[in-house]
């Protein structure tokens, strides 16, 4: 009895990401979470300006820790998509960027991601960004990557667009943010827009 493709994709989707891939850009080493990033990881997670378009914190550090440990935990398990931003300078962990909602059948997936407040408006974000969706249609043989954005996150866009990600659909009442609901805007860059 044969398995279903997408099965099949899946599983060599998780068999190429171990051992865990460390990913790396001029400035940057896109690599596995460790427990001792916690504190930098905090000076983000604590941040009302990081986390204003996302639905979750300001977190607190035991929050912050349950957030490592939930990714620990899914590295343990072979399941984890969830990369440490490490500037190469002085190993400070700047943020994280992540691919979710894995499509097996579609081999689609979203690519998310957030710096702390000290690193913004250097081009970090853009090198991660770029550096994944390449990863992701290269090495992880995705077709396409998507990233879903609040219309008011200016920055988070201009990220979208400078990685060479296109502007796809509105997603209607997508967010609930704080007790309001809004828009999502998503963006996606496909196999052949990459490598064409
Ligand atoms: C979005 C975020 C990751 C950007 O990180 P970053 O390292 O500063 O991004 P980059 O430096 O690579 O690029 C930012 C771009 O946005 C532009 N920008 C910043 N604020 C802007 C604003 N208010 N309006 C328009 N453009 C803006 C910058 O000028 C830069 O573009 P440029 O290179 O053409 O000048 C960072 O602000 C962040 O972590 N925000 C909170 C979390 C978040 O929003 N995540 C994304 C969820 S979809």
Redesign the pocket.
């Known amino acids: 009895m044969f398995s279903k493709p997408e099965k099949q994709f899946e599983k060599e989707f998780y068999r190429l990401l171990d051992p865990y891939p460390v990913l790396e850009t001029p400035r940057l080493r896109l690599r596995q979470v460790f427990r001792a990033d916690k504190t930098d990881l905090y000076e983000?997670t604590n941040d009302p300006?990081?986390?204003?378009?996302?639905p979750w914190g300001p977190y607190g550090m035991q929050e912050t820790e349950t957030m490592v440990e939930n990714i620990l935990d899914q590295m343990k398990c072979g399941l984890c998509t969830e990369w440490a931003i490490e500037r190469k300078d002085d190993a400070k962990v700047l943020?994280l960027i992540h691919l979710n909602n894995v499509d097996f059948f579609n081999r689609s997936a979203e690519v998310?991601?957030?710096?702390a407040r000290h690193?913004?408006?250097?081009?970090?974000?853009?090198?991660a960004v770029k550096a994944l969706i390449r990863f992701a249609v290269t090495d992880l043989k995705l077709d396409e990557v998507v990233?879903?954005?609040?219309p008011d996150?200016?920055?988070?866009l201009?990220?979208l667009e400078?990685a060479g990600m296109k502007y796809q659909m509105t997603l209607p009442q997508y967010v609930s943010l704080r007790g309001k609901t809004a828009d999502c805007l998503q963006y996606h860059v496909t196999r052949w827009d990459l490598l064409s």
């Open positions: 983000a300006r990081v986390v204003k378009y996302e943020g998310g991601y957030w710096l690193c913004w408006g250097k081009g970090y974000a853009t090198e990233a879903v954005c609040h996150n200016k920055a988070s201009r990220v400078k």
